[in-house]
């Protein structure tokens, strides 16, 4: 995510503070300029500049993914070609959108790009807001040398399954990233190497905990962590129009996120406010303080139905500020 300054602007010492923060804490590799990141809000010469920062004040202490996703192949491989000048690590691209491709189009999209880029190349599969990257494409293009990974973030383990299976017999270093943080153990678990995921940009101590212990062959207790994280992930997601539950949350653990470039409505400000109030009460174990009116109970240690009990607290606050 991107720190905001009062004018709108890229808030650069904030953002090179959160760049150390994340490091500090354990994370393996920073992916600026993703869908958490709101790249689609920010200019190309942004765009641009995030890269610059993060890679800048990484300092290769870990590897930079940068996002690279321009409207058109030319204005990508000339991010490509930036970003490989900044020192970043490798390029995720996300699959065309707004037009719905064919698998011909995806697959002559990157095939462009790959034959082009001076750097690797991860594709980037959303489904929900892109044209979708199928295995018989992924298949073809798996044989470009040049590209190197996939961070998918449909969620459907049996499809990381998949994929792992058609492509890693043929290309053992291929990487496979899953972007959907409801799933992230499941997904190690069948395969995957690791996970760009919206909740490390908040609670980076939580998914690498999660991780290790995975990797660690210790389930039972990372199957408990992926409660805790699925209980914060719906709370970030479903709570208001992604990714303000992210930015809110963030702010929580001491950094000036700054307004969105999306603008908010009078009711939207009252309802992130009061949103806002019950993440407090949710993320009390990583050192946010309750809010002064104390928290609501919470159910048993798995989170089943947290969700509920948020939703049922900003809706009573709505009600005293006279928005429902």
């Known amino acids: 995510m991107v720190p905001l300054d009062e004018q709108g602007g890229i808030n650069e010492p904030e953002l090179r503070r959160y760049v150390d923060w994340l490091i500090d804490r354990g994370v393996d590799g920073l992916y600026p300029n993703g869908s958490t990141g709101e790249f689609i809000r920010f200019t190309p010469e942004e765009r641009r500049r995030v890269i610059q920062i993060v890679c800048d004040q990484a300092g290769g202490r870990v590897p930079v993914l940068a996002g690279a996703a321009e409207a058109n192949v030319r204005e990508t491989i000339a991010a490509c070609e930036a970003y490989a000048g900044f020192g970043a690590r490798a390029v995720a691209i996300v699959s065309p959108f707004?037009?719905?491709?064919?698998?011909?189009?995806?697959?002559?999209?990157?095939?462009?790009?790959?034959?082009?880029?001076?750097?690797?190349?991860?594709?980037?599969?959303?489904?929900?807001f892109a044209s979708p990257i199928d295995l018989p494409t992924l298949r073809r293009l798996a044989e470009l040398e040049r590209i190197v990974g996939i961070?998918?973030?449909?969620?459907?383990?049996?499809?990381?399954?998949?994929?792992?299976?058609?492509?890693?017999?043929?290309?053992?270093?291929?990487?496979?990233?899953?972007?959907?943080?409801?799933?992230?153990?499941?997904?190690?678990?069948?395969?995957?190497d690791g996970g760009t995921n919206a909740?490390?940009?908040?609670?980076?101590?939580?998914?690498?905990?999660?991780?290790?212990?995975?990797?660690?062959?210790?389930?039972?207790?990372?199957?408990?962590?992926?409660?805790?994280?699925?209980?914060?992930?719906?709370?970030?997601?479903?709570?208001?129009?992604?990714?303000?539950?992210?930015?809110?949350?963030?702010?929580?653990?001491?950094?000036?996120?700054?307004?969105?470039r999306q603008p908010l409505s009078p009711n939207q400000q009252v309802s992130r406010d009061a949103m806002q109030r019950v993440l407090r009460c949710l993320m009390t174990d990583f050192g946010v303080q309750p809010p002064p009116e104390g928290c609501p109970a919470r159910p048993g240690a798995t989170g089943a139905g947290t969700f509920d009990t948020i939703v049922q607290s900003v809706v009573t606050e709505l009600r005293k500020k006279g928005v429902l």
């Open 199 to 260: 909740t490390s940009g908040v609670v980076p101590e939580l998914t690498r905990e999660l991780f290790l212990m995975t990797r660690a062959g210790r389930i039972e207790s990372a199957v408990r962590l992926q409660y805790r994280l699925l209980e914060l992930f719906d709370a970030f997601l479903n709570a208001t129009d992604f990714p303000e539950g992210f930015r809110a949350a963030v702010e929580l653990r001491g950094f000036a996120m700054g307004r969105s």
């Open 151 to 192: 961070k998918d973030s449909s969620g459907d383990v049996a499809f990381m399954m998949r994929m792992i299976t058609a492509i890693r017999p043929q290309r053992p270093d291929f990487c496979f990233l899953t972007g959907w943080d409801a799933v992230l153990v499941p997904m190690l678990l069948v395969g995957a």
């Open 98 to 128: 707004y037009y719905r491709l064919s698998a011909e189009s995806v697959y002559a999209y990157f095939r462009e790009i790959a034959l082009h880029s001076p750097i690797d190349v991860t594709l980037y599969n959303i489904p929900m």
